[in-house]
């Protein structure tokens, strides 16, 4: 399998690559992709450095181009498509069916990945979009069991990839409307889950305060950890009771079944996380290169080891993980 690792800027592209990723993947500065915070992703000279840097180490590089652009961004979203044949990238992450096209007619030779923010879930739509656009891979929903992901790799006309490590999204992902809710903004069609702007951090005699868009998210006590405020993660007050309401965080990890991937022909496993630090990526992509060349090596003997699970704990939200959707054993 391959390992797909992110990267928000240069030094973390470095950090991928020289720590055993296959391949990584970036994303263009502004509403393009769906992490378009300040200060992160790519203009054109370094993502050329970047493609250079990736061919040089025999990686690939992908570029994300996954947002549903509103008419007037359409331009930019087809110039970023462009500028990523222009760099020689080895594929290009997209989900609207409008940007497919574009890219399939304009640029018949770019490989074109269906992005998570698709939410092809079935055989049915990995068909259609094989047939229509002519894609030549798909990344998976995270709300799929082991034994969906089995049943789809077993028929798909695709290669298929699934999220191996980092935050969870318990929504059907390239539905979600919680942050365009609060703040106006969605990643669906302005690339930003909670975007910087609308973040505010208040210290009170409780403790200190996230909030987004005027909305109160967490309260975090001395020494208590404090996350990004997204909406789905925050602890709110319900029937009396204040609690993780939605989802308590924590970070999906696949290593517990990283044989049974393999074994079911899953082609790529990836690591979110283009909003992370080099450090954060150089210690995530050493990690799973370890495990995966150990399931290569050795797949009927395989087991994580527990360094392995602990370094990935320790950079986990909520220092815990979950194979989410994965588990479940009524299937």
């Known amino acids: 399998m391959e390992l797909v690792c992110p990267a928000g800027n240069l030094p973390s592209l470095r950090s991928a690559v020289d720590h055993g990723a296959d391949a990584v993947y970036i994303g263009f500065g502004g509403p393009t992709n769906a992490r378009n915070f300040p200060g992160?992703?790519?203009?054109?000279?370094a993502a050329r450095r970047g493609a250079d840097y990736c061919r040089s180490a025999g990686a690939r590089l992908f570029v994300a181009v996954n947002v549903f652009p509103t008419p007037a961004r359409w331009a930019e979203a087809c110039r970023a498509v462009d500028q990523a044949a222009d760099i020689g990238a080895d594929a290009v992450i997209?989900?609207?069916?409008?940007?497919?096209?574009y890219a399939a007619e304009?640029?018949?030779d770019l490989r074109r990945h269906l992005s998570v923010q698709g939410s092809a879930t079935n055989l049915g739509a990995l068909r259609f979009y094989a047939e229509r656009f002519g894609i030549q891979r798909a990344v998976l929903p995270r709300v799929l069991s082991l034994?969906?992901?089995?049943?789809?790799?077993a028929a798909a006309p695709v290669e298929l990839e699934v999220f191996g490590?980092?935050?969870?999204?318990?929504?059907a992902e390239g539905r979600c409307t919680l942050s365009?809710?609060?703040?106006?903004?969605?990643?669906?069609?302005d690339g930003v889950c909670s975007p910087a702007r609308a973040v505010r951090w208040v210290e009170t005699p409780e403790g200190r305060r996230s909030e987004l868009g005027g909305v109160v998210v967490d309260c975090f006590g001395p020494g208590e950890p404090a996350g990004y405020p997204t909406l789905c993660k925050g602890r709110y007050q319900?029937?009396?009771?204040?609690?993780?309401?939605?989802?308590?965080?924590?970070?999906?990890?696949?290593?517990?079944?990283?044989?049974?991937?393999?074994?079911?022909?899953?082609?790529a496993v990836k690591v979110e996380g283009r909003q992370r630090s080099p450090a954060y990526v150089a210690r995530v992509a050493a990690v799973l290169r370890a495990a995966l060349?150990?399931?290569?090596?050795?797949?009927?003997r395989y087991v994580p080891r527990p360094e392995w699970v602990e370094a990935l704990d320790a950079l986990s939200e909520g220092r815990c993980h979950t194979l989410g959707a994965y588990s479940r054993p009524w299937q």
């Not at 992160?40 to 000279?45: I, T, W």
């Not at 997209?94 to 096209?101: I, N, P, S, Y």
Request: glycine letters at 8%.
């Open 180 to 189: 365009s809710f609060v703040t106006g903004e969605s990643p669906n069609k």
């Open 238 to 267: 319900v029937g009396g009771r204040t609690y993780h309401a939605l989802e308590e965080p924590s970070s999906l990890n696949v290593l517990p079944i990283l044989g049974e991937l393999a074994a079911a022909g899953v082609a």
């Open 165 to 171: 490590y980092g935050s969870l999204c318990i929504m």
């Open 293 to 300: 060349d150990a399931c290569r090596d050795a797949p009927d």
């Open 106 to 108: 304009r640029h018949p």
């Open 40 to 45: 992160l992703n790519f203009d054109l000279a």
């Open 147 to 153: 034994a969906q992901v089995r049943r789809l790799t």
């Open 94 to 101: 997209l989900a609207d069916m409008g940007l497919l096209r």
